[in-house]
């Protein structure tokens, strides 16, 4: 079998890479709806895998493995590698988890970052009352995960919050030490939440990045009574391009509360240090950044050796993107807690994929599905509709 040709669509804001073969089999992966703008660098790699048989997966990603970095740089690579498991699955038949091993489960727990109901504020109540609603969800969670501090308005919304000078805009990076007042209101915030969710319910906190390392220690002390899942990326993380495995191990080493990072990190050589040095208790690496699917079970594999667990990230990486985390996830080891559960958006991305199950998540799990490939496929007369002009011949 060979690549004829790579296309790539942006459907919704999700760049989706198809490759085509002259077997009249295709492979599809997804990048996530932030990141709309790649479609130029999917197509970058086209000449370079050309002609290369996809099933090989692993020789075709030796070809442009090296020409991607960390998040948003990795996620094309990443798209292209879900594609060719993807392929390799269909052409023999199997679900994708069979060519990663086999599965070591039946069902994926996922973990709730992306169900979400409008919160009024930013108060410790205003807190209490989103988890309220998140806890009685349809999907019975059991776990969910809210972003505070620098992963949330809180610096803006609280005042002074933090003596770092504060930027606004869509992604505002915002880094510095927090005022005696921001940490209470962020301690405060935390134990609103478990009052509401109880200990029938997991919470896990997104902090950053920006904490200062003192002022994650006092946060993650503080909340040591609360039993929180993890604290995810206090010192560096979303769209970071550097992991700081030094100043997260001094973290983790002054408290028992879980520490949590690796959405942004590409490859698994940078992850070595992060886990070598047991710098974090829980690594969160996404699909769709890290270099694909293969790249993450790898990692995991080397995490579990070193007693660190995994929460893959996956919040915005669409319908294929949840196939290969149910893929993938089906067959990690059992340092495995949960992924998070992507939510599809525009709604209609529901309507132009067939292959889910109905519903997608029961009691806070999703059942393991066995069609060949990544087990999902388009609706093409359904997803046409959806094309951009410029896309329409994408399925041709
Ligand atoms: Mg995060």
Redesign the pocket.
């Known amino acids: 079998m060979k690549i004829t040709d790579l296309k790539c669509a942006v459907i919704g804001q999700h760049p989706v890479v198809r490759i085509v073969t002259d077997q009249g089999i295709s492979g599809y992966g997804q990048i996530e709806s932030s990141k709309p703008y790649l479609k130029p660098q999917v197509l970058f790699y086209k000449d370079r895998i050309l002609g290369s048989d996809p099933t090989d997966v692993e020789r075709v990603m030796l070809k442009i493995r090296r020409l991607g970095s960390f998040k948003p740089w990795g996620s094309a690579v990443s798209a292209i590698e879900m594609a060719l498991w993807d392929l390799a699955g269909k052409a023999a038949g199997l679900p994708v988890y069979k060519l990663l091993g086999g599965k070591v489960r039946d069902r994926v727990r996922v973990y709730n970052g992306g169900v979400r109901f409008p919160m009024e504020g930013h108060s410790p109540e205003a807190h209490a009352e989103a988890m309220r609603r998140m806890k009685a969800a349809k999907e019975g969670f059991t776990i969910i995960k809210q972003g505070v501090a620098y ?1 949330s308005a809180m610096p803006r919304q609280v005042p002074n919050f933090s003596y770092g000078e504060l930027h606004t805009g869509q992604r505002p990076a915002n880094r510095g030490p927090l005022t005696e007042q921001g940490l209470k209101h962020v301690i405060a915030c935390v134990e609103a939440m478990k009052g509401a969710l109880g200990d029938e319910v997991g919470l896990a906190l ?1 902090c950053g990045p920006g904490w200062m390392v003192s002022d994650a220690i006092r946060l993650a002390k503080a909340v040591e009574p609360l039993n929180v899942m993890w604290l ?2 206090l010192l560096t ?2 769209y970071v391009p550097y992991v700081s495995a030094d100043l997260y191990r001094e973290v983790t080493r002054a408290t028992s509360t879980p520490i949590h990072t690796g ?1 942004q990190i590409y490859l698994r050589q940078n992850f070595q240090d992060l886990i070598e040095k047991h710098a974090v208790r829980i690594i ?1 690496p996404d699909p769709a950044d890290i270099g694909g699917i293969a790249e993450l079970k790898w990692v995991a594999e080397y995490a579990d050796l070193h007693g660190i667990l995994m929460a893959p ?1 996956g919040v915005l990486d669409g319908i294929i993107g949840l196939a290969a985390l149910v893929q993938v996830s089906a067959t990690l080891p059992q340092n495995y807690i949960a992924f998070e559960y992507p939510v599809a958006r525009p709604e209609w991305w529901y309507d132009i994929m067939d292959g889910l199950p109905d519903p997608i998540v029961k009691a806070g799990f999703i059942e393991v599905w066995d069609r060949p490939g990544l087990g999902v496929t388009f609706n093409e007369q359904a997803a046409k509709k959806r094309l951009a002009d410029e896309d329409r011949g994408f399925f041709d």
């Open positions: 992963h997104d995810e990326d993380g979303d959405e969160g990230h």
